[in-house]
């Protein structure tokens, strides 16, 4: 897993400097892709894949819905191997934390709140839906605040082991 890291880090120095064409580079038995318009970068390996950028999750697949007028920030992850997958994704919004809160209050399945805590100028929620044994999805939606912004990261995973 080092060495796909390394090869990983290699590739974004590399395409740091790179025209707009798709690019590949491979070393040390992992291929290295950008996407034409370099808001993806997918690392291939015999260990799995490992997508990161703008493109990496499709929203629509998270299995929840996203907060109306959030913003998708940059950096969504996705990867994928033998012993399973996830996405993770993160969404902005100038909405309150408390109204945002109350879409996914309502939004998701009776039981999934695990946690929701107010301190001072700070706020965090936590949903979860499903379980992380073997074959299942397990999906999270944590919601914060701070500085007037509210965050909604979204992950998704399925345990194959």
């Known amino acids: 897993m080092q060495r ?3 090869v990983l880090l290699t590739g974004v120095i ?3 400097g790179c025209s707009s064409s798709k ?3 491979s070393a040390n038995g992992a ?3 950008t996407d034409a318009r370099e808001n993806t970068v997918t690392v291939q390996s015999s260990e799995g894949t490992m997508k990161m950028g703008n493109d990496a999750v499709d929203v629509a697949s998270l299995g929840v819905p996203v907060y109306a007028g959030a913003k998708q920030d940059e950096g969504a992850v996705s990867v994928s191997g033998d012993k399973g997958s996830a996405q993770m994704t993160a969404f902005t919004t ?4 408390d109204k945002v809160y109350q879409f996914y209050h309502s939004k998701m399945p009776a039981g999934s709140e695990k946690m929701k805590l ?8 936590e949903f979860v839906t499903g379980s992380d044994k073997p074959g299942d999805v397990q999906t999270m ?3 914060s605040e701070k500085d007037g912004k509210t965050s909604i990261v979204i ?6 082991r």
Do not use: H, P
């Open 31 to 33: 291929t290295v892709t």
């Open 141 to 143: 939606v944590m919601i």
């Open 118 to 125: 107010d301190q001072g100028e700070s706020s965090v929620a």
């Open 94 to 97: 100038g909405d309150s934390f």
């Open 14 to 16: 590399v395409l740091g």
């Open 4 to 6: 796909v890291l390394v």
């Open 155 to 160: 992950t998704k995973g399925t345990n194959r």
């Open 23 to 25: 690019k590949v580079y």
